[in-house]
């Protein structure tokens, strides 16, 4: 098991938010949604780096996951997301049909597998889509293609899994 990297003799700090967040491997704004805390609260104790986190129940949420980091959270990665949509449907799922099932441009799943890291709202629609598939298999996965059409056709999107975009065409 890892050290804990804060020291048990102070209290948890302003400066130890860096800490975590490089520990857990996450974003600030990750680690934001991790403790439920806003972005304006991080900034704000991190500013007062020697001042002791004014909240005792987020000063313990960031021990226990310093001294524990496997027990935070973590949605899963486009390329699990995508392994497992391999697996419900039995075929390769193109790059650009998971970037419109996560409400992105085709591009975008590509991307993600390559080098980035999808944005937070991203990663939390993969886990919940992640959910559904290992709940509800290729059922879910049909009434979840289904709720992406409407959305699509609402927003005057034709055929988004043709098309591959979330733009509407401007004839």
């Known amino acids: 098991m ?15 938010l860096n800490l975590l967040a490089a ?14 805390i806003s972005q304006s609260t991080w900034s704000a104790w991190k500013k007062r780096g020697d001042q ?7 000063a313990l949420a960031i021990r ?4 524990f980091p496997e027990l935070a959270p973590r949605e899963p990665t486009p390329e699990e997301l995508l392994g497992l949509l391999n ?5 390769t799922v193109p790059y650009t049909r998971l970037a419109a099932l996560l ?16 944005s937070l709202p991203v990663s939390r629609l993969i886990g919940a889509v992640q959910r559904l598939l290992l709940t509800r298999f290729t059922t879910g996965l049909h ?10 056709a609402a927003r005057g999107i034709v055929d988004l899994f043709q098309e591959g975009s979330w733009v509407p065409d401007q004839d």
């Not at 520990?23 to 439920?36: F, I, M, S, V, Y």
């Open 2 to 16: 890892p050290m804990p990297a804060i020291p048990s003799d102070r209290p948890v700090l302003g400066q130890d």
């Open 23 to 36: 520990r857990l491997n996450r974003t600030p704004a990750e680690c934001c949604a991790l403790l439920g």
């Open 52 to 58: 002791p986190i004014p909240s005792p129940t987020v």
């Open 64 to 67: 226990l996951y310093d001294r």
């Open 87 to 91: 697996q419900v449907t039995g075929q």
């Open 103 to 118: 409400g992105r441009e085709r591009t975008s799943g590509y991307r993600w597998t390559q080098r980035g890291r999808p």
């Open 143 to 152: 009434e979840y293609e289904q709720m992406v059409a409407w959305e699509a």
